[in-house]
Nanobody
Framework: VQLVESGGGLVQPGGSLRLSCAAS??????????ITWYRQAPGKEREYVARITSAGGSTNYADSVKGRFTISRDNAKNTVYLQMNSLKPEDTAVYYC?????????WGQGTQVTVSS
């Protein structure tokens, strides 16, 4: 299983970005999985952002991003997205995609998001 994140960059406060997590090595429609976005800011521990499960596409969000971020999936592209709106400087971090499949954890390499004027 490989996960490749993309879509990060520099954005002004109040702006938007859409992150992508492209998965290979397994097919969304044939496995039971949970895909989670985490982030890690400089000098801080990695924190949970949002997750989506294969069971009906159930989603969950950290309180800090609820109402601003939306996680979704495209089964045809085997890709999970994180739409981030109303970005704040405190959202600055490296964002990582994690897949939990058959009791194993898989991680992507991360994508940098910087929110600054």
């Amino acid at each position: 299983v490989q996960l490749v994140e993309s879509g990060g960059g520099l954005v002004q406060p109040g702006g938007s970005l859409r992150l992508s997590c492209a998965a290979s090595g397994f097919t969304f429609t044939r496995y039971t999985y949970t895909i989670t976005w985490y982030r890690q800011a400089p000098g801080k521990e990695r924190e949970y952002v949002a997750r989506i499960t294969s069971a009906g596409g159930s989603t969950n969000y950290a309180d800090s991003v609820k109402g601003r971020f939306t996680i979704s999936r495209d089964n045809a592209k085997n890709t999970v997205y994180l739409q981030m709106n109303s970005l704040k400087p405190e959202d600055t971090a490296v964002y990582y995609c994690n897949a939990y499949i058959n009791w194993y954890d898989y991680w992507g390499q991360g994508t940098q998001v910087t929110v600054s004027s």
